[in-house]
């Protein structure tokens, strides 16, 4: 595949729409390209996960992503290229508005991969952004023979993610055999948030990891997709395939905090397809923002709170809280938009309600 080549097939990605709760359209566009690619078997379960494998062999790569984004769904929804990045529009309303990077560069890297190898397995997972819904629940049966999996879901262009909230996905001996691999594209090991393969680490176990992968200002209005640090990730992880092969590694990777079971059954959202949104508040104007969150509040960053003394005048964090899900504290906030509930640890989110 030439670089225009791939331009256009991430385009064609970036042009669906999907909530954590309205998804069809994102379901539909892949797995008509993973049967246009040459999937040999899939099937979605009914927690709307699809799994897809091609080929056949004893240990599997697999490549994950997630198929929900923060982002709203607008009938005027366009995407452009404006200086070597696909920003998006809604122009119904002539405004900027997410493309939904965060995971569409995922779902991108994992349908060229699945285009590229003969034997190979991808995963998408539903409802990641609220909680990594889907991925708690995977099919055990689908991972049994797979051998390691990789997920594209991080901003920028140089983070590989070993230890996420805590757990640890991979050990030393896959650490030395990827690091050369990793230094030849500018990439570092480092530790990351949640995201799916979180819980695949913890359940499967097999080495997991995450990866910048091109999308930036995540969860804004303003978030971006720079083409060529998305293309050089989906070189990265073919690389970092062909290196590796069909070959399993094995890792143990334990934690007390599973999402789904412990953030939504601990608040009281039993049914399934009712839970608390992680939603970043937006009320700034372009050029501020958080880059560890995604936050564009002008005065401040609502999640992790980084910023200036000065900037941080107008947050009011109260001493009230309560004992999030996974173990950490959701602090109550105050800000000139309310008051809302956040756990800095999980990205737990919720408007502030009596305690």
């Keep these: 595949m030439t670089s225009k080549d791939l331009k256009v097939s991430l385009r064609d990605v970036l042009t669906t729409q999907a909530t954590s709760y309205e998804y069809t359209e994102t379901m539909e566009f892949i797995l008509s390209k993973c049967i246009e690619y040459g999937a040999d078997d899939y099937y979605v379960d009914k927690h709307d996960n699809i799994y897809v494998t091609k080929g056949v062999t004893d240990a599997y790569p697999c490549v994950v992503s997630h198929t929900d984004t923060v982002h ?88 590989f993610v070993q230890t996420s909230s805590g757990v640890k996905m991979f050990g030393d001996e896959f650490k030395k055999l990827i690091n050369p691999t990793l230094k030849s594209y500018g990439y570092s090991i480092t530790d990351g948030g949640l995201t799916d393969v979180h819980e695949l680490a913890q359940d499967m176990g097999i080495a997991c990891a995450n990866m910048s992968c091109g999308y930036y200002r995540p969860h804004s209005n303003q978030e971006y997709v720079n083409i060529d640090d998305a293309i050089h990730t989906c070189n990265l992880v073919r690389s970092l395939i062909t290196s590796l092969g069909e070959v399993r590694y094995e890792h143990t990777a334990t934690s007390d905090y599973h999402t789904y079971l412990g953030a939504y059954d601990y608040y009281g959202y039993g049914a399934y397809g009712v839970k608390p949104k992680k939603k970043a508040k937006i009320t700034s104007t372009y050029n501020s923002w958080c880059n560890d969150c995604g936050s564009i509040e002008k005065s401040s960053c609502d999640f992790c709170n980084k910023g200036s003394s000065e900037e941080l005048k107008s947050v009011s964090k109260e001493p009230s809280s309560k004992e999030c899900a996974c173990g950490f504290e959701a602090r109550k906030y105050t800000d000139n938009a309310g008051s809302y509930l956040h756990c800095s640890c999980c990205g737990f989110y919720e408007d502030c309600s009596p305690f």
């Design 72 to 159: 709203d769904i607008y009938k005027g929804y366009r995407v452009y290229e404006v200086e070597g990045n696909f920003v998006a529009f809604d122009t119904d309303k002539m405004q900027q508005v997410g493309t939904g990077g965060d995971d569409k560069v995922g779902i991108w890297v994992c349908l060229e991969i699945l285009k590229h190898f003969d034997n190979i397995k991808v995963c998408f997972f539903s409802q990641e952004e609220i909680g990594c819904v889907g991925s708690s629940k995977a099919d055990k049966e689908f991972f049994k023979d797979v051998a390691y999996a990789f997920e594209c879901d991080r901003k920028g262009n140089s983070d």
